[in-house]
């Protein structure tokens, strides 16, 4: 089979394609525009393989995604190009918008014209999966529910609202028009190749190098993390057994306070690569606490029992398991890190002025 996958150089897309390449036969199209996220070192272990081609495309761009589709005529998509730190987009808004709702128009209307000229036996096969997230639901806050697939959405974030918007246009598309369509929704991911913008990968290399490790008003927000590794054999497993029309939400059943995830990464540091820090004695001391960020949801969690009977996709690491692995990744691969943080970014956050 042949797959294209949007935003395949991304943290999230990255594992995707090199889960198809090692554990697969099938070949991989990789559609990424190449943003400040977008890191082809990411996939340097798969780049050689002749199942693997990239296209550097905007998924703005329609003509050339038209292009890209004629070229390489795919059996699958998997869409996960998009906008997705949640700080920026409070801080400007207008990328999410043009790159999460727009650019999924602009692809979705790119795939129905190239759906409806396949014959019937490939139109047959062909399915869109459309990877979203579970901020979409909004916030659970102290209340001992979980997001499930029926759960109404109620977005807090300019991010959120963006990928809310862009599951609806999606399923419009497959109710209007046709167009077989899956959506998944997963909670907060984690582990190699993260970009240093988001909270896990932010704390290890801020702690490595004894720079202060800033939480977000009192660090009890909860999070349901999720081995990104487990969420690429999750994805595959619902773009080739899931149901055209159904939704999927994938979660790791590890909640933890933003608190408990960054002393739990200190304690590891402290174990693996002793401070070299004399006026310390361990990472913890490195925590400080600043304002919250504006509308910061409580908590997120995911109920993922729906995947897990239907399709037989469960977790493999614990959160203990998964973030040891991760923090040992980014000790071991300084190196990639280094050249990452190179580029534009200076792992700053919005709000977490020191106080």
């Given at each position: 089979?042949?797959?294209?996958?949007?935003?395949?150089?991304?943290?999230?897309?990255?594992?995707?394609?090199?889960?198809?390449?090692?554990?697969?036969?099938?070949?991989?199209?990789?559609?990424?525009?190449?943003?400040?996220?977008?890191?082809?070192?990411?996939?340097?272990?798969?780049?050689?393989?002749?199942?693997?081609?990239?296209?550097?495309?905007?998924?703005?761009?329609?003509?050339?995604?038209?292009?890209?589709?004629?070229?390489?005529?795919?059996?699958?998509?998997?869409?996960?190009?998009?906008?997705?730190?949640?700080?920026?987009?409070?801080?400007?808004?207008?990328?999410?918008?043009?790159?999460?709702?727009?650019?999924?128009?602009?692809?979705?209307?790119?795939?129905?014209?190239?759906?409806?000229?396949?014959?019937?036996?490939?139109?047959?096969?062909?399915?869109?999966?459309?990877?979203?997230?579970?901020?979409?639901?909004?916030?659970?806050?102290?209340?001992?529910?979980?997001?499930?697939?029926?759960?109404?959405?109620?977005?807090?974030?300019?991010?959120?609202?963006?990928?809310?918007?862009?599951?609806?246009?999606?399923?419009?598309?497959?109710?209007?028009?046709?167009?077989?369509?899956?959506?998944?929704?997963?909670?907060?991911?984690?582990?190699?190749?993260?970009?240093?913008?988001?909270?896990?990968?932010?704390?290890?290399?801020?702690?490595?190098e004894g720079k202060a490790l800033p939480i977000y008003g009192n660090g009890l927000q909860i999070r349901d993390w999720l081995y990104v590794e487990d969420h690429a054999r999750a994805l595959y497993q619902v773009l080739t057994k899931g149901k055209v029309g159904e939704t999927y939400n994938i979660g790791g059943h590890n909640e933890k306070?933003?608190?408990?995830?960054?002393?739990?990464?200190?304690?590891?540091?402290?174990?693996?690569?002793?401070?070299?820090?004399?006026?310390?004695?361990?990472?913890?001391?490195?925590?400080?606490?600043?304002?919250?960020?504006?509308?910061?949801?409580?908590?997120?969690?995911?109920?993922?029992?729906?995947?897990?009977?239907?399709?037989?996709?469960?977790?493999?690491?614990?959160?203990?398991?998964?973030?040891?692995?991760?923090?040992?990744?980014?000790?071991?691969?300084?190196?990639?890190?280094?050249?990452?943080?190179?580029?534009?970014?200076?792992?700053?956050?919005?709000?977490?002025?020191?106080?």
């Amino acid at each position: 089979m042949k797959i294209l996958i949007t935003g395949g150089a991304g943290f999230i897309g990255s594992a995707v394609v090199r889960y198809i390449i090692d554990k697969t036969k099938d070949e991989v199209i990789n559609v990424d525009k190449l943003t400040y996220a977008g890191n082809l070192e990411s996939l340097a272990s798969v780049e050689s393989n002749n199942r693997y081609f990239f296209e550097k495309v905007d998924i703005c761009d329609s003509d050339q995604l038209a292009l890209v589709f004629s070229r390489y005529k795919p059996d699958l998509v998997m869409h996960l190009a998009a906008e997705s730190h949640v700080d920026r987009s409070i801080d400007s808004s207008s990328e999410f918008i043009k790159t999460n709702v727009v650019g999924t128009f602009t692809l979705l209307e790119v795939v129905r014209k190239y759906w409806n000229a396949l014959p019937d036996e490939k139109s047959k096969v062909f399915r869109f999966h459309h990877i979203s997230t579970d901020e979409v639901f909004g916030d659970l806050s102290d209340s001992g529910g979980l997001f499930t697939e029926t759960t109404p959405y109620s977005p807090s974030s300019p991010y959120s609202a963006s990928k809310a918007s862009s599951d609806h246009l999606v399923r419009a598309w497959l109710r209007t028009y046709g167009v077989p369509t899956i959506v998944t929704n997963c909670s907060n991911n984690y582990g190699p190749y993260h970009f240093p913008e988001k909270l896990i990968p932010l704390t290890i290399l801020n702690a490595l190098e004894g720079k202060a490790l800033p939480i977000y008003g009192n660090g009890l927000q909860i999070r349901d993390w999720l081995y990104v590794e487990d969420h690429a054999r999750a994805l595959y497993q619902v773009l080739t057994k899931g149901k055209v029309g159904e939704t999927y939400n994938i979660g790791g059943h590890n909640e933890k306070t933003n608190i408990e995830v960054v002393k739990t990464i200190c304690s590891i540091l402290d174990e693996l690569a002793p401070n070299k820090f004399t006026t310390l004695v361990k990472y913890d001391e490195l925590i400080c606490y600043v304002p919250d960020r504006p509308g910061h949801d409580v908590r997120y969690a995911i109920d993922a029992t729906k995947i897990e009977k239907e399709l037989g996709w469960k977790p493999e690491e614990t959160f203990e398991s998964g973030i040891r692995k991760t923090v040992l990744w980014f000790i071991k691969n300084k190196s990639w890190c280094k050249r990452v943080l190179e580029g534009t970014y200076s792992r700053e956050r919005l709000g977490a002025q020191l106080k």
